[in-house]
């Protein structure tokens, strides 16, 4: 009778068969756990979960997210009310898979589900993308790594290569990005080329310049290869001066400029 006992399976399924049912099981719960966070109005509580400890999840991860795209992009929260705001954001979780599970790169996140899966709000507010891209440089100026390095502490910026910081993110809109707000909301007919260089500076307070068209095509050029008298030389050319020994103090200027702001860090 011993025997017999012994020989029966111990389990109605192998080992291995029960293993991969219990993992296939909790990977759907993890799912259906997931789902219910992300839409709890199309997406029913997993079975076996007390629906008041459900609402806690929910809350706590609607929240997270809402603090994070608000406080990374504040210029745009203020265009909207309470209720569109929320409803944005419900939309950007329900429809967009993020590639990251890093809190700080849900600025980024959101910034691709403008340019794909929430691209209707730009139907309302066509400036909306490069606002977004605006901000989302704001707020990776700040978490940057550190900058290149120069090997010349007293540049010469003719017959040396200006160095860009690494830091700093060189910009061009067709919308005034830097003056939208609650109060000015450009149209599609309001388009204004703007050019802006936003940076950090030695004591890591970050700040932001508007550029013409030839500065912003100046710091363009410099890419460590090219000295400043070449950049100055091609800008002169492409603008039919013959006069470029007038344009180089005004280039001087500009480069001190950038220098004290840290956008140039020197040069090699």
């Given at each position: 009778m011993v025997?017999?006992?012994?020989?029966?399976?111990?389990?109605?399924?192998?080992?291995?068969?029960?293993?991969?049912?219990?993992?296939?099981?909790?990977?759907?719960?993890?799912?259906?756990?997931?789902?219910?966070?992300r839409d709890p109005e199309q997406n029913d509580i997993p079975e076996g979960i007390e629906p008041r400890r459900m609402k806690i999840y929910q809350e706590l991860f609607f929240n997270n997210i809402e603090g994070f795209i608000s406080s990374a992009f504040p210029v745009i929260r203020t265009l909207f009310d309470e209720q569109q705001w929320h409803q944005i954001v419900r939309e950007f979780m329900v429809n967009h898979r993020c590639?990251?599970?890093v809190f700080a790169e849900i600025a980024i996140e959101f910034l691709d589900y403008l340019?794909?899966?929430?691209?209707?709000l730009l139907l309302k507010y066509p400036f909306m993308l490069e606002l977004a891209h605006y901000e989302w440089v704001e707020v990776a100026v700040v978490?940057?790594?550190?900058?290149?390095?120069?090997?010349s502490s007293e540049p010469d910026w003719l017959e040396e290569k200006p160095v860009v910081s690494s830091v700093s993110h060189i910009l061009a809109y067709d919308y005034p990005?830097?003056?939208i707000s609650k109060d000015f909301s450009p149209t599609e007919e309001e388009k204004q080329a703007t050019f802006l260089v936003v940076y950090r500076d030695k004591d890591d307070n970050i700040g932001f310049m508007e550029l013409n068209a030839v500065s912003y095509r100046l710091l363009s050029l410099i890419n460590g290869e090219l000295t400043g008298k070449v950049?100055?030389?091609?800008?002169?050319?492409?603008?039919?001066?013959?006069?470029?020994?007038?344009?180089?103090?005004?280039?001087?200027?500009?480069?001190d400029s950038f220098s004290q702001k840290n956008i140039l860090l020197g040069t090699v």
């Open positions: 025997i017999l006992l012994f020989q029966q399976p111990l389990f109605k399924q192998q080992p291995t068969d029960l293993i991969m049912n219990t993992s296939s099981s909790l990977k759907q719960m993890q799912y259906e756990f997931a789902a219910n966070i590639h990251s599970p340019s794909g899966n929430g691209r209707h978490f940057a790594d550190e900058e290149n390095t120069v090997n990005v830097h003056l950049i100055i030389d091609t800008i002169a050319e492409e603008l039919h001066r013959d006069d470029v020994e007038n344009l180089y103090p005004m280039a001087l200027e500009l480069f």
